[in-house]
């Protein structure tokens, strides 16, 4: 079954510190690949995508995810965390073909300590 | 552009009333879905629309839920008869038709379940 994993539900960091955010799929094919973030109470912002090509791509705020075939990974990076950054993160992915409905991960809650 | 609009953002309820939600996608999107988020998980897909059709529907939505999107531009999500297990956020998205569409998502509808 296709599945998205998060292995790390909470992480905290010092702001200034670089993050890491870990993201893991089980499909057939490479999926199209997605994070979102997700402030209290709030609906989901896209951060960035990937669909093909570039496999280190840029997003939104200064993140950035690279794309590991290998590894079927996608993990989240950031090279210096701010406080405003204190939301949860949610990895998605969804198939090549047909429509755009996503499986989301499980989320990660990212502290930030001052 | 507006962004996807959710009402009420609120609800609560006690146990055997229905409910009904309310989501106006944006406006050129004919893609619309509904997803549910509990505490400390991810959205899990409901439903989703093209246009009128509902061409999907996950086994988590029982007997009990009901969407419609009649003309193809709103949608409500109906829950008969609610459950305590119904609390949750149900959030809707949209998005255009070209193959690599990004979902936008509206800000949710928390529901508790007295």
């Known amino acids: 079954a296709q599945s998205v994993t998060q292995p790390d539900i909470h992480i905290t960091v010092s702001e200034g510190a670089s993050l890491e955010l870990r993201c893991n799929y089980s499909?057939?094919?490479?999926?199209?690949l997605f994070w979102y973030v997700q402030s209290p109470g709030q609906g989901l912002q896209l951060l960035l995508k990937?669909?093909?090509?570039?496999?280190l791509v840029q997003g939104i705020k200064g993140f950035e995810a690279e794309f590991k075939r290998s590894q079927s990974s996608f993990n989240l990076r950031k090279p210096s965390v701010h406080w405003s950054d204190a939301a949860e993160y949610f990895c998605?992915?969804?198939?090549?073909?047909?429509?755009?409905?996503?499986?989301f991960g499980a989320g990660t809650r990212l502290a930030v300590h001052p | 552009d507006t962004g996807v609009s959710q009402d009420p953002r609120h609800k609560i309820t006690k146990r055997g009333q229905n409910v009904t939600f309310r989501c106006d996608p944006i406006?050129?999107?004919?893609?619309l879905y509904w997803y549910r988020q509990t505490l400390g998980q991810g959205p899990e897909f409901l439903t989703y629309?093209?246009?009128?059709?509902?061409?999907?529907k996950s086994r988590l939505l029982s007997d009990r839920f009901s969407a419609e999107r009649p003309k193809g531009s709103f949608s409500t999500l109906e829950i008969q008869r609610t459950e305590q297990g119904d609390s949750a956020m149900y959030l809707c998205?949209?998005?255009?038709?070209?193959?690599?569409?990004?979902?936008?998502f509206g800000e949710g509808s928390r529901l508790t379940v007295l």
């Open positions: 998205a949209s998005s255009r038709p070209d193959r690599t569409g990004e979902l936008f």
């Open positions: 499909y057939g094919a490479t999926p199209y």
């Open positions: 990937y669909f093909s090509g570039d496999t």
């Open positions: 998605a992915a969804r198939s090549s073909g047909g429509y755009n409905k996503l499986i």
């Open positions: 406006s050129e999107h004919n893609r």
């Open positions: 629309f093209q246009n009128e059709a509902q061409l999907e």
